[in-house]
């Protein structure tokens, strides 16, 4: 195997150091398995793309990764230590790790600005200046420096979900956690924030997008775990994953989805 | 049948006297039913199960009370439980803020309840704590619901102090009672005492429609 396409088939950024480590993780709902031992490894400056039907655990894998849920058996590493269990140390490794959901949620009692703050300020004791800051580099970054003053909402879907990155980002974590961050939007502000995203990939930041947009992660994913009945059926590159599928489960998924390469 | 409207101005002393009362009332309770409302519904919310069994089961007995009752059992039968003998005064205060507590816990609950639970995860998300969560999300969005809540509760509650006339307690009804029973203008005493509580309790009304309209949330 050694001619050029074949590269497309390798896992590039392998050889960075493993920033996340799923290792045979098992969370159930009383008598629903949701995940029934699920291994990954997100490396350095990687987009990792989870997709897969609905209901198939890999918004919960991802609420894992940050002890929004906690497991019931296997582990967790970040950045070479095992996952706190205790809030102190949870609280200390959430701080590195940016969330962003499928539904914003912005703080609505406050402008953007003080939404991006809010980090700095409470979290890391930043002082209001310096808080105030970083609010307005990071509203910058996403494109919204004219909506610093604006409430959530004043401001569209795609607006909304840019400042919730926005506000993500301004904490200055090592990995970026994306649940379904395009889902509740209009199909014409879709864009806008993959395009967000996107420029956050292209900067080196390492991220993990549970996301129903296969072309996103297509052209920006790095490695792409297919999810199904809380196991991953199928993980590699784009390549491999759309255009020549090993399972059959990733192929009914994508042609469910029409995709055809 | 003639009428003598002197007699309210005659009385005027007395009735200021007792409508001083009356918002000496009003003020004590909910400065006592608020924090305690706040704590009853944080213990519900969080306390171990058999606090969280007490806490409902006061709520869900002094809310289904008619607030007279409470007034009369305070009177009589504190009394014996306690056996402080309390002056009337802090008697009917008593029964207030035991009813007003028990609704303004619902309320306080209410609120908490009504922040979806995404706002106290994305608060979590950033590295908050349990109680940086509470304190920076969800008490200011509760807050802004709450208010207009206890705005209602507060004129309900105005007018409600009536009720301790029964057991002495010199607040404007009381006052105005027996101004009637001593100098026989019923008709006029009544009027007064309808007028009184009517023009204190109108702008208050009002205050209350512009608080929910001015707290209105917008998501």
Redesign the interface.
């Known amino acids: 195997m050694s001619n050029a396409s074949d590269l497309s088939l390798t896992r590039v950024k392998a050889g960075g150091s493993t920033i996340i480590r799923y290792m045979e993780v098992v969370k159930r709902y009383g008598d629903f398995t949701a995940l029934s031992g699920v291994s990954l490894d997100v490396y350095a400056g990687e987009v990792v793309c989870l997709i897969g039907p609905s209901g198939s655990g890999k918004s919960t894998l991802l609420r894992c990764t940050?002890g929004?849920e906690t497991i019931d058996g296997g582990d967790i590493e970040f950045e070479g230590s095992r996952l706190a269990r205790d809030?102190r140390g949870l609280?200390?490794m959430?701080?590195r790790?940016?969330?962003v959901?499928q539904?914003f949620?912005?703080?609505?009692?406050l402008t953007a600005e003080q939404n991006v703050a809010?980090?700095p300020r409470?979290?890391?004791r930043s002082g209001t200046a310096e808080a105030r800051r970083r609010a307005l580099a990071m509203l910058d970054k996403v494109g919204l420096a004219d909506k610093a003053a604006s409430?959530?909402?004043a401001l569209s879907g795609g607006q909304q979900q840019r400042v919730?990155i926005a506000?993500?980002l301004a904490?200055e974590p090592d990995v970026m956690l994306f649940d379904e961050p395009t889902s509740a939007l209009d199909p014409e502000t879709i864009g806008e924030v993959l395009g967000v995203m996107k420029a956050l990939a292209d900067e080196g930041m390492t991220m993990v997008v549970v996301t129903h947009e296969m072309s996103f992660a297509r052209r920006v994913g790095d490695w792409v775990a297919v999810f199904d009945a809380g196991r991953i059926v199928e993980e590699g590159p784009p390549a491999q994953i759309f255009d020549r599928p090993a399972t059959a489960r990733t192929r009914d998924f994508l042609s469910h989805l029409g995709w055809n390469g | 049948m003639t009428f003598d409207w002197s007699v309210v101005w005659q009385h005027r002393d007395a009735l200021a006297g007792g409508t001083a009362t009356t918002f000496l009332l009003t003020f004590a309770t909910m400065a006592i039913a608020v924090p305690c409302g706040l704590l009853v519904a944080a213990l519900r919310l969080n306390g171990p199960a058999p606090v969280r069994a007490i806490a409902t089961a006061y709520v869900e007995l002094f809310r289904n009370l008619p607030l007279i009752l409470v007034v009369y059992w305070a009177y009589y039968v504190l009394p014996i439980l306690t056996g402080l003998g309390l002056p009337a005064l802090a008697t009917g205060l008593a029964a207030l803020s035991l009813n007003v507590t028990a609704y303004n816990s619902e309320t306080f609950r209410a609120g908490i309840n009504s922040i979806r639970r995404g706002q106290v995860e994305a608060a979590m998300a950033l590295g908050m704590s349990r109680a940086q969560a509470l304190r920076r999300v969800v008490a200011p969005q509760a807050l802004r619901r709450i208010t207009p809540v206890l705005a209602s509760t507060w004129v309900s509650l105005f007018k409600d102090t009536s009720l301790v006339s029964v057991i002495a307690v010199t607040e404007l009804a009381y006052v105005s009672m027996q101004i009637r029973a001593q100098t026989f203008r019923v008709l006029e005493m009544l009027t007064a005492m309808a007028a009184i509580y009517w023009l204190l309790g109108y702008p208050q009304a009002k205050l209350v429609d512009w608080i929910q309209r001015r707290y209105a949330v917008t998501e």
């Open positions: 940050n929004l809030e609280r200390a959430r701080q790790m940016g969330m959901f539904n949620e912005l703080f609505p009692h809010e980090g409470t979290v890391q409430f959530p909402s919730a506000r993500a904490m």
